[in-house]
Protein backbone atom coordinates (compact mmCIF):
# COMPACT_ATOMS: atom_id res chain seq x y z
CA UNK A 1 0.00 0.00 0.00
CA UNK A 2 0.94 3.87 -0.91
CA UNK A 3 0.58 6.73 1.47
CA UNK A 4 -0.32 8.81 -1.24
CA UNK A 5 1.83 12.21 -0.80
CA UNK A 6 3.00 11.65 2.38
CA UNK A 7 7.35 11.10 2.43
CA UNK A 8 8.09 10.07 5.59
CA UNK A 9 9.70 12.07 8.49
CA UNK A 10 13.24 13.14 6.41
CA UNK A 11 16.55 14.66 6.88
CA UNK A 12 18.28 13.45 9.83
CA UNK A 13 15.43 14.33 12.14
CA UNK A 14 14.56 12.04 14.62
CA UNK A 15 11.53 9.41 14.45
CA UNK A 16 9.80 6.53 15.72
CA UNK A 17 8.35 3.88 13.96
CA UNK A 18 6.09 1.03 15.25
CA UNK A 19 3.66 -1.85 14.45
CA UNK A 20 2.66 -5.08 14.77
CA UNK A 21 3.22 -8.16 12.50
CA UNK A 22 2.81 -11.76 12.10
CA UNK A 23 4.62 -14.14 10.49
CA UNK A 24 6.49 -18.13 10.17
CA UNK A 25 8.75 -19.52 8.07
CA UNK A 26 6.48 -20.10 5.45
CA UNK A 27 4.71 -16.48 4.59
CA UNK A 28 7.53 -14.29 3.59
CA UNK A 29 8.66 -14.83 -0.12
CA UNK A 30 11.32 -17.29 -1.14
CA UNK A 31 14.13 -15.32 0.26
CA UNK A 32 12.83 -14.96 4.25
CA UNK A 33 12.80 -11.50 3.48
CA UNK A 34 9.84 -8.70 3.17
CA UNK A 35 10.06 -5.18 3.06
CA UNK A 36 7.62 -3.83 6.13
CA UNK A 37 8.06 0.16 4.99
CA UNK A 38 10.18 2.78 2.75
CA UNK A 39 10.56 5.61 2.15
CA UNK A 40 13.01 8.58 0.70
CA UNK A 41 15.13 7.90 -2.02
CA UNK A 42 17.67 4.85 -3.13
CA UNK A 43 19.79 7.69 -4.96
CA UNK A 44 22.85 5.96 -7.29
CA UNK A 45 25.44 5.76 -4.12
CA UNK A 46 24.84 2.65 -2.46
CA UNK A 47 26.92 4.49 0.81
CA UNK A 48 24.68 7.39 1.06
CA UNK A 49 22.20 7.02 3.49
CA UNK A 50 19.68 8.90 1.51
CA UNK A 51 16.76 5.71 2.25
CA UNK A 52 14.82 4.97 4.89
CA UNK A 53 13.93 0.88 5.00
CA UNK A 54 12.79 -1.82 7.21
CA UNK A 55 12.89 -5.40 6.20
CA UNK A 56 12.42 -8.88 7.77
CA UNK A 57 15.63 -10.18 6.56
CA UNK A 58 17.14 -13.92 6.31
CA UNK A 59 15.55 -17.41 7.33
CA UNK A 60 14.22 -17.41 10.31
CA UNK A 61 13.65 -13.73 9.46
CA UNK A 62 15.07 -11.01 11.63
CA UNK A 63 14.03 -6.88 11.63
CA UNK A 64 16.55 -4.91 9.52
CA UNK A 65 16.96 -1.29 9.86
CA UNK A 66 18.85 0.08 6.77
CA UNK A 67 19.38 3.51 5.19
CA UNK A 68 21.33 3.16 2.15
CA UNK A 69 25.08 2.65 3.41
CA UNK A 70 24.53 1.23 7.15
CA UNK A 71 22.20 -1.72 8.46
CA UNK A 72 21.31 -2.72 12.25
CA UNK A 73 19.48 -6.22 12.44
CA UNK A 74 17.56 -7.40 15.55
CA UNK A 75 18.66 -10.73 17.49
CA UNK A 76 15.72 -11.61 18.07
CA UNK A 77 13.79 -14.04 15.56
CA UNK A 78 10.20 -14.02 15.74
CA UNK A 79 8.42 -16.43 12.96
CA UNK A 80 5.98 -18.67 15.77
CA UNK A 81 2.62 -17.32 13.58
CA UNK A 82 1.60 -14.83 16.09
CA UNK A 83 1.30 -11.30 16.62
CA UNK A 84 4.17 -9.48 17.96
CA UNK A 85 4.94 -5.80 17.91
CA UNK A 86 7.91 -3.59 16.80
CA UNK A 87 8.81 -0.31 17.86
CA UNK A 88 11.76 1.56 16.75
CA UNK A 89 13.19 4.67 18.12
CA UNK A 90 16.00 6.80 15.71
CA UNK A 91 17.48 9.65 18.03
CA UNK A 92 18.44 11.84 15.00
CA UNK A 93 21.17 14.54 14.60
CA UNK A 94 24.22 15.22 12.37
CA UNK A 95 26.53 12.15 13.12
CA UNK A 96 23.29 9.65 13.83
CA UNK A 97 23.38 6.07 11.46
CA UNK A 98 20.98 3.85 11.09
CA UNK A 99 23.02 1.34 13.30
CA UNK A 100 21.95 3.75 16.34
CA UNK A 101 18.31 2.93 16.62
CA UNK A 102 17.17 1.49 19.72
CA UNK A 103 14.86 -1.99 18.37
CA UNK A 104 11.76 -3.18 20.78
CA UNK A 105 10.54 -6.62 20.28
CA UNK A 106 7.15 -6.53 22.55
CA UNK A 107 8.60 -3.84 24.30
CA UNK A 108 11.78 -5.39 25.56
CA UNK A 109 15.00 -3.71 24.35
CA UNK A 110 16.92 -5.46 21.57
CA UNK A 111 20.45 -4.56 22.40
CA UNK A 112 22.04 -7.32 20.81
CA UNK A 113 21.57 -6.43 17.79
CA UNK A 114 24.43 -6.67 14.92
CA UNK A 115 25.02 -3.25 13.36
CA UNK A 116 27.61 -3.19 10.30
CA UNK A 117 28.01 -0.77 7.11
CA UNK A 118 26.53 -2.17 3.80
CA UNK A 119 30.45 -3.20 3.33
CA UNK A 120 31.77 -4.47 5.99
CA UNK A 121 35.03 -3.51 6.11
CA UNK A 122 34.55 0.51 5.34
CA UNK A 123 34.31 2.99 8.18
CA UNK A 124 33.02 5.25 9.43
CA UNK A 125 29.13 4.15 9.50
CA UNK A 126 27.04 5.96 6.66
CA UNK A 127 25.17 9.11 8.37
CA UNK A 128 20.86 9.48 7.85
CA UNK A 129 19.55 11.98 5.68
CA UNK A 130 16.61 10.59 4.25
CA UNK A 131 15.42 12.33 1.05
CA UNK A 132 12.09 13.59 0.05
CA UNK A 133 11.55 10.71 -2.31
CA UNK A 134 8.87 8.63 -3.09
CA UNK A 135 5.24 8.33 -1.17
CA UNK A 136 5.96 5.84 1.80
CA UNK A 137 5.12 2.15 0.91
CA UNK A 138 4.11 -0.55 3.55
CA UNK A 139 4.48 -4.00 2.59
CA UNK A 140 6.71 -3.23 -0.24
CA UNK A 141 9.64 -1.74 -1.82
CA UNK A 142 9.72 -0.17 -5.22
CA UNK A 143 10.37 -2.45 -7.64
CA UNK A 144 13.17 0.09 -9.02
CA UNK A 145 15.19 0.74 -6.32
CA UNK A 146 17.50 3.39 -7.83
CA UNK A 147 17.12 6.44 -9.75
CA UNK A 148 16.61 7.16 -12.93
CA UNK A 149 20.17 8.18 -14.14
CA UNK A 150 20.89 11.63 -14.22
CA UNK A 151 17.70 12.80 -13.01
CA UNK A 152 16.89 11.79 -9.36
CA UNK A 153 13.59 10.72 -10.40
CA UNK A 154 12.55 7.21 -8.06
CA UNK A 155 11.66 4.08 -10.28
CA UNK A 156 8.61 3.66 -7.94
CA UNK A 157 6.18 3.48 -11.51
CA UNK A 158 8.29 0.83 -12.25
CA UNK A 159 5.78 -1.32 -9.60
CA UNK A 160 6.35 -2.89 -6.67
CA UNK A 161 8.89 -5.92 -5.41
CA UNK A 162 9.93 -7.82 -2.20
CA UNK A 163 6.15 -7.80 -0.85
CA UNK A 164 5.83 -9.27 3.38
CA UNK A 165 3.70 -11.88 2.74
CA UNK A 166 2.62 -11.50 6.61
CA UNK A 167 -0.22 -9.39 8.59
CA UNK A 168 0.82 -6.11 9.58
CA UNK A 169 -1.53 -4.14 12.38
CA UNK A 170 -1.27 -0.73 14.12
CA UNK A 171 1.86 0.95 11.57
CA UNK A 172 2.58 4.33 13.02
CA UNK A 173 4.95 7.03 12.72
CA UNK A 174 6.00 9.46 15.20
CA UNK A 175 8.40 12.45 14.15
CA UNK A 176 10.73 11.97 17.67
CA UNK A 177 11.59 9.23 19.79
CA UNK A 178 9.35 7.47 22.21
CA UNK A 179 9.50 7.51 25.80
CA UNK A 180 9.38 3.70 28.07
CA UNK A 181 5.99 4.63 29.06
CA UNK A 182 5.27 5.27 25.66
CA UNK A 183 6.54 1.74 24.69
CA UNK A 184 4.55 0.28 26.98
CA UNK A 185 1.05 1.50 26.00
CA UNK A 186 2.00 0.71 22.45
CA UNK A 187 2.95 -2.87 23.22
CA UNK A 188 0.12 -3.23 25.90
CA UNK A 189 -2.64 -3.88 23.08
CA UNK A 190 -2.69 -4.44 19.53
CA UNK A 191 -5.84 -2.26 19.16
CA UNK A 192 -3.91 0.40 21.86
CA UNK A 193 -4.72 3.99 21.37
CA UNK A 194 -1.88 5.43 20.09
CA UNK A 195 -3.70 8.78 19.90
CA UNK A 196 -2.70 8.97 23.96
CA UNK A 197 0.78 8.21 22.88
CA UNK A 198 2.82 11.33 24.65
CA UNK A 199 5.83 13.22 24.25
CA UNK A 200 6.39 12.98 19.87
CA UNK A 201 4.09 14.18 17.14
CA UNK A 202 2.14 11.04 15.80
CA UNK A 203 2.56 11.62 11.81
CA UNK A 204 0.59 8.26 10.96
CA UNK A 205 -1.38 5.55 12.64
CA UNK A 206 -3.02 3.06 10.19
CA UNK A 207 -5.03 1.01 12.00
CA UNK A 208 -5.23 -1.52 9.29
CA UNK A 209 -9.38 -2.47 9.06
CA UNK A 210 -10.18 -1.24 12.59
CA UNK A 211 -11.66 2.00 11.08
CA UNK A 212 -15.32 1.88 9.70
CA UNK A 213 -14.76 2.36 5.70
CA UNK A 214 -11.58 0.74 5.68
CA UNK A 215 -11.16 -1.55 2.15
CA UNK A 216 -8.32 -3.69 0.88
CA UNK A 217 -7.67 -4.92 -2.74
CA UNK A 218 -6.79 -2.67 -5.70
CA UNK A 219 -7.18 0.49 -5.09
CA UNK A 220 -9.10 -0.16 -1.36
CA UNK A 221 -8.23 2.78 1.28
CA UNK A 222 -7.21 2.37 4.76
CA UNK A 223 -7.62 5.25 6.55
CA UNK A 224 -5.51 7.35 8.77
CA UNK A 225 -6.23 7.85 12.24
CA UNK A 226 -3.44 10.56 12.81
CA UNK A 227 -5.87 13.81 12.38
CA UNK A 228 -3.38 14.48 8.94
CA UNK A 229 -6.02 12.58 6.51
CA UNK A 230 -3.17 10.64 5.36
CA UNK A 231 -4.83 7.63 3.68
CA UNK A 232 -3.48 4.64 2.34
CA UNK A 233 -3.94 3.06 -0.61
CA UNK A 234 -3.76 -0.53 -1.17
CA UNK A 235 -2.86 -2.70 -4.20
CA UNK A 236 -4.08 -5.68 -5.61
CA UNK A 237 -3.52 -9.00 -3.27
CA UNK A 238 -4.07 -7.04 -0.13
CA UNK A 239 -6.65 -8.43 2.56
CA UNK A 240 -8.00 -6.49 5.77
CA UNK A 241 -9.12 -8.69 8.41
CA UNK A 242 -11.46 -5.57 10.42
Known amino acids: MVVNGYKGVTGDDPRAISFWYNSNS ?3 NSKGNGTICYWGDGGSDPLEGTQWRIDTVGSPSR ?3 SSRGTFKNSSVIIEDGEWHNVTINFPGGADANSADCDIYIDGVLDDEGARFPT ?3 VEPFTTVSTTVGVDLIIGARP ?3 ETTVGTGIPL ?3 GFANFFEGGIDNFAIWSGTLGSGSISTITGS ?3 DLSTVQ ?3 LELWLRMGDVGGDTAGAAGTIQDSSGFGRDATTTAGTTISG
Request: aromatic share 4%; charged share 15%; no cysteine.
Open 190 to 192: LDA
Open 63 to 65: IQI
Open 199 to 201: GSE
Open 119 to 121: TFN
Open 143 to 145: EGS
Open 26 to 28: TAP
Open 156 to 158: AAS
